[in-house]
Structures are given as structure tokens and as C-alpha cells.
């Protein structure tokens, strides 16, 4: 009779493992729209992110602040896998964020597919959000697309994108965090009725 309690007590632990695999499938389909990476923009919480000096940063900093592969993409140029990142398929509105620093990078209208497994956009938010160098590593010669306030390593930029601008801006997703449009820099917020977000006004 004693033998039948470990398997009691066996079965017990099956079905509550099976209960949390039932769980689980909502938490993924959770995932696959997510704002950014597991972990990503934590450091940015609670911080007033136009106050503070962010290329005084050093590595120490981004090391301890941002997630391991985080730093690894934004803060050693590295390259996430394709189809790895939990922002590629965002359609949300608003605007894609730098990971590290949190300035508006790129509008999420600018957002397209473009089959390569990273997020791609055909502008930034404005020319003064990235800043582009030339990149000669892996024996190409590419175009680095950095973030203007921090430094961060985003990805690089081609010139096989669609219209209007036809670039295409490919961008990690871990250095990428959705955030809804920014309301109080662009109008001035006066009627309530802030419906159409199609502003051609910002056209530099
Ligand atoms: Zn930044």
C-alpha cells in the first residue's frame, strides 16, 4: 500500500506540469506582439530619459543596464538571428524607440516587411535621430545606422527600400522598444480629437 504514494503524488506533479503547458501558449502568442525584448528597456523605467547625458555612458554602465544580448547587439555591433526579435512583426502605431536611450528612432508607419527577419523601416523620425557611418567589417562596405543620442548600434541601411524614400533601414529588433507616438512634442495638444496620424508636417 505504501508504494502507491510516491506514484500518487507522481501523478500529481504530471498534471500540474500539464496545466502549466496549457498556460503557456497565451504567454508566447503574448510574446510574438510584444513592445521589445525579454528584459529590454527596464533600465528605462521610471527615468526621465531627455535629462540624462547619455553618450557620458560608459561601458561599465551599458553592461550592468542593458540585457546580454542587448549589449552585445547595440553596444558591440553585433547581429541578432533573423526572425528572432520580438518587435518584428509589431504593427502597433506609435514609434520605435532606441533601446538604450529611449529617443524616437523610427515611426511605426515607416515599418514594412521585408522578408529579411529584421525589422525594417523606409525612414527615421527625422535626419537628426540616426547618424550614419561607413562600415567596412565582414569585407562589405555598409552603412551603420547608430543612434544620434546614444551611440547605440542599430543596424544598417540599404538603398533597395520602397517608396517614398526607397531605403530600408534594417534594424535590430533588441535595440528597438515600441512606444506610442509622442503627443506633447508635436502638437500642441489643444482639441481632444487627435484622430489622424498622418502628419506630412515634420517633412525635413
Ligand atoms: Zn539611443
Known sequence: MKRKLPLVIAALLVFVGLLAVQLNPGAHAAAAAADADPGVGEHLVGVDVDAVDWKAKDNTYWEAALTPAQYQVCRKAGTERPFTGATLNNKKDG????????????PAETKFES????????APVSEESVTINADVSMGMLREEVVC?????????VFNDGPKPTGKRYCINSVCLLRQDAPAADAKPQAS????????????H
Open 192 to 203: 481632444p480629437s487627435a484622430g489622424h496620424s498622418q502628419d506630412d508636417g515634420h517633412g
Open 95 to 106: 514609434v520605435f524607440a532606441c533601446s538604450s536611450c529611449g529617443q524616437p528612432l523610427f
Open 148 to 156: 544620434s543620442r546614444c551611440d547605440a548600434h542599430l543596424g544598417h
Open 115 to 122: 522578408g529579411t527577419g529584421w525589422p525594417s523601416f523606409y
